[in-house]
């Protein structure tokens, strides 16, 4: 919205976060604009990093498990309608593989000799660390379709990264791959807040002490120490609608025990 972007452009940013102030005071007006004149930058784009919500479906066939992409849809008609050049497309937002092959052809719908390159790179900041999370990531993956097109567009987001990101920290690998990796980092990590909280209804019903618990189990190279503070449930914007689509895309694929599980 205007008033937004306005407010990135003022004194008063509208998001908090330890290092954000500094990094976008830093950079803005050097090689970071924020404007409302999408169609103008997308056109003069040779990269452009789609980063749209997709909140959960409200309404439609699996309604409350699958990510809403009218968001994405739109992006992808934009950016078909009004490209005069190749350009590579990076999806940051997480897409379910069939649902990317439909923006996939509305992206090549009306491109008049435009050629797009898909890859996907999904985000893994978490709120109040993502400047270290982008700054310092434990890995920044990228996906594509594995064709020679798709390797040369692999190659400059890579180039991209490698200014600041050791290059084995940057991996490449196909384009399900990386978005299945997203979702399953989350799941696997939603998944330790729920064990270590029926640990710590089983440590309350017997008197032992769950941080204890949680302390030693992690001293297990094997297990790790972090992500087993034991809490009333996983909260955050994400979990829950992550793990939700990966349950609807194992649905989807016919995978009714996993989906369970
Ligand atoms: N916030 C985070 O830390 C992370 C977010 N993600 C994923 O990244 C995606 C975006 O998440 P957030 O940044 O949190 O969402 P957000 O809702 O804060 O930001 C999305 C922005 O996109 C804008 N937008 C929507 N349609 C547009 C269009 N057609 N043209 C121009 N702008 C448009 C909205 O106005 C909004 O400002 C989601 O898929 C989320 O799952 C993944 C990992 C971490
Ligand atoms: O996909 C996403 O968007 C992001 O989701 C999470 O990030 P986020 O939800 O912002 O925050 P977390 O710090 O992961 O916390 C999520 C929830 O788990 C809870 N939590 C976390 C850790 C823990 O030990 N115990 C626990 O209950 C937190 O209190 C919070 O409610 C992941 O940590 C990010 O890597 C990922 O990019």
Redesign the pocket.
């Known amino acids: 919205?205007s008033s937004?972007i306005a407010a990135w452009n003022s004194s008063s940013l509208p998001v908090f976060g330890p290092g954000i102030d500094d990094i976008v005071m830093s950079c803005r007006g050097r090689n970071l604009f924020f404007s409302t004149d999408?169609e103008k930058h997308v056109a003069n784009a040779d990269i452009i990093f789609v980063?749209?919500?997709?909140p959960s479906k409200r309404q439609g066939l699996g309604a409350g498990k699958p990510?809403d992409l009218m968001?994405w849809e739109?992006?992808a008609r934009?950016i078909a309608d009004i490209s005069t050049n190749d350009k590579i497309v990076v999806g940051?937002?997480?897409v379910p593989v069939k649902k990317a092959e439909a923006i996939e052809r509305i992206l090549t719908h009306n491109s008049n000799d435009v050629r797009f390159h898909i890859l996907s790179n999904?985000?893994?900041?978490?709120?109040g660390t993502?400047i270290n999370n982008l700054l310092h990531p434990d890995r920044v993956l990228i996906g594509d379709r594995s064709t020679p097109e798709g390797q040369a567009a692999v190659n400059t987001l890579v180039s991209l990264y490698a200014h600041w990101v050791p290059v084995d920290h940057i991996i490449s690998m196909g384009l399900w791959s990386a978005e299945i990796s997203?979702l399953a980092a989350n799941a696997f990590l939603a998944q330790r807040i729920s064990s270590i909280n029926a640990m710590s209804a089983l440590c309350e019903a017997t008197s032992a002490d769950v941080s204890e618990v949680a302390y030693a189990m992690g001293k297990d190279s094997r297990v790790g120490h972090r992500f087993l503070n034991a809490t009333v449930g996983y909260g955050g914007?994400?979990f829950r609608?992550?793990i939700l689509n990966l349950v609807y895309i194992c649905e989807c694929n016919g995978l009714t025990q996993v989906a369970n599980y």
């Open positions: 919205s937004r999408v980063s749209v919500n997709t990510v968001y739109s992006t934009l940051k937002s997480i999904p985000k893994f900041l978490a709120e993502a997203k914007s994400y609608k992550d």
